[in-house]
């Protein structure tokens, strides 16, 4: 019930049209990072422990990319740019683990090759409607709490409130959600799955 | 002690700062969950492309947290509660918000239209329901006149833009007016908040108390008038 008066499916599909018309995916590199750094800055602040390590990472994402430009066969900029991100996310562990103050990455063993050889990751194939469509077939008690998550981005502690649940049930339906979701989406699109 | 199941919380934020330190270590060894976070990063792409997220980050920069703005509406909502109940009092023809110019009026008009046939809805007189109900599949068909610039948002519960006229699918200008028919396909409250404006109005890019404060600032008119659709 809850899914359902959130999201009708009429409404949803012509937001979706409204927000993929007005921002298509632009091919000029400034206007990709432009695009994309929004993005970027929130997945590095899921990540990293504080703001200068944010900026740096974002940073380094930006200048690796504009060191190789985008490749031909990239077509989901965002997603070419996550991985890259990723990966100069490890590294710089990796890096910070050997020295004790951090340092600015050069072209170090581990990320020189990277960028010709980054394989556009399968997420490109699947849209927020196949999430969407996914999550229709997941059982409403992980599917609530994912929702009110992903779309309403709300806290552990605030979907507690609102379902009445303790803060780590709904930690453990909400990793139960993602796990059900892969699944389906690797089922559907043949995804490699999580090891 | 840090494991594999952290993953989900730290990626949520939602671990104290020791523990997702122990978490950032435990990532450094465990090729598993480097690969998983990767997998949770890309779903984040494909998330943000959600018209929820479209619509909340278009201005990230000025938006405050998710919470901060609900604590905006606590704050908002009685001022605009109190903006409302002043001008009824006064006995005005319809309620006007912004900036204090008389001269500059927003006439609005709001027909539900159920299978075919046309019913006037909330008039503008004093006194009268400024709400209206209708069911799903009616066309709403509301006409906005006044001052140079004209907008028409049609809001879902409050939080959902569904459509923004001048642009928006089903809008068209009539002399000195713009007008937007929409067929309501949800069960729920909608919105519609017609604007004037001397200035050019913004397009929509947020929940809608927070658009709200941001018409206001700038001293355009605006009216809002409800439809429970059932």
Redesign the interface.
Known sequence: VLTA??F?R???R???E???VA?PEPKNLEDVLEDAE??LR??A???C?DSSDVHDLVQDTFERACRHGIPQEIH?T??WL??I??RLY?DR??AA?RHPRPQVLGDGPGIASFEQGVPE?Q?KR???ED?HQSLAQIEPVYRDVYVL????????E?IARRLSIGRITV?TR??RA?KRL?ELLVQRFGLED?? | MTSC?DL???????LS?EA??DF?EH??GC??C?????????????????????V??RS?GARPA??ARRHMLTYLAPILAAAAAVAIWFGTKSVRFGAARPSSPTDVALEIERRGVAMRSGAGAAGEPRGSVAQVGDVLRSTVRGEDHRAIWVY??DR????ACPD??GCSKVSGGLTLELRV??S?RYSIIAISSAQPILTPHGPLDVMLGSIAAVGAHFEIRHVDVN
């Open positions: 008066r959130r009708p009429k409404l949803l012509e937001r979706i409204q927000v993929e921002q929004p993005t929130r997945l602040q899921r990540m422990a989901c965002r997603a996550t991985t991100m990723h490890l562990r990796r683990a990751p997420w699947i849209t927020i999430i998550h992903a779309f309403e981005e709300l806290s552990y605030e930690g909400l990793s993602r892969r999580e090891p | 199941a989900d919380p730290f990626f949520d934020r939602e700062k997702a330190a950032r990532l450094d090729s598993r480097q690969v998983a976070l990767h997998g949770r990063m890309q779903e984040e792409v494909v998330l943000e492309k959600s018209p929820e997220r479209a909340q980050h990230a998710p919470r879902f519960e959902d833009l569904v459509t928006g699918s396909s949800a729920g």
